[in-house]
T-cell receptor, first 114, second 106 residues
Framework: SAVISQKPSRDICQRGTSLTIQCQVD?????MFWYRQQPGQSLTLIAT?????????ESGFVIDKFPISRPNLTFSTLTVSNMSPEDSSIYLC???????????FGPGTRLTVL | KNEVEQSPQNLTAQEGEFITINCSYS?????LHWLQQHPGGGIVSLFM???GKKKHGRLIATINIQEKHSSLHITASHPRDSAVYIC????????FGKGTRLHILP
């Protein structure tokens, strides 16, 4: 299994500012993902974080709004840029095991934008 | 129609009751996850199934691939079981249900 930590665990931010969320895994993993869970909704994949190259974004998500870095196999960051109240969500980092069927989730970052 | 449907959406029960949460899906899958999300937001993987039945403590998960249906059962439920339970299927990508909010009353 993989143990994932995220920082911060929660934050309250002002409209127009940006927040960077960090994800740290206790072992080297191939696949890292960033999800968003809006209130009352299911998880939505934002992007796959690729080590050493640009992230792969899902439809509806763009790099300018959600820049992602992954400098190595155990760490990634997601930035929520120019925030608006609609960005208020839980943001979750996830990694998959060797055979992809295994999926591990971080504790989440609860973001509130005023 | 969502590709993954869970029922019920909300469930309140008394401590000790037997709980069943259902998940139906409409796509071909290679595996199904049952996840537990506590109020803080963190998610814990309970089970990963591709066939049959798995048991862990008071939790039992079953899957019927032909009927495209899975159930999560909780025996002797306890207030600490109160959480959102999410079904997620692994198809060409992972597809999540909206979750079932369970509240166990002491």
């Amino acid at each position: 299994s993989a143990v994932i930590s995220q920082k911060p665990s929660r934050d309250i931010c002002q409209r127009g500012t940006s927040l960077t969320i960090q994800c740290q895994v206790d072992s080297q993993v191939t696949m890292m993902f960033w999800y968003r869970q809006q209130p009352g909704q299911s998880l939505t994949l934002i992007a796959t974080a690729n080590q050493g190259s640009e992230a792969t974004y899902e439809s509806g998500f763009v790099i300018d709004k959600f820049p992602i870095s992954r400098p190595n196999l155990t760490f990634s960051t997601l930035t929520v840029s120019n925030m608006s109240p609609e960005d208020s969500s839980i943001y979750l980092c996830s990694v998959s095991g060797l055979f992809y069927n295994e999926q591990f989730f971080g504790p989440g970052t609860r973001l509130t934008v005023l | 129609k969502n590709e993954v449907e869970q029922s019920p959406q909300n469930l309140t029960a008394q401590e000790g009751e037997f709980i069943t949460i259902n998940c139906s899906y409409s796509v071909g899958i290679s595996a199904l996850h049952w996840l537990q999300q506590h109020p803080g937001g963190g998610i814990v993987s309970l089970f990963m199934l591709s066939s049959g039945k798995k048991k862990h403590g008071r939790l039992i998960a079953t899957i019927n691939i032909q009927e495209k249906h899975s159930s999560l059962h909780i025996t002797a439920s306890h207030p600490r079981d109160s959480a959102v339970y999410i079904c997620a299927v692994l198809a060409s990508k992972i597809i999540f249900g909206k979750g079932t909010r369970l509240h166990i009353l002491p």
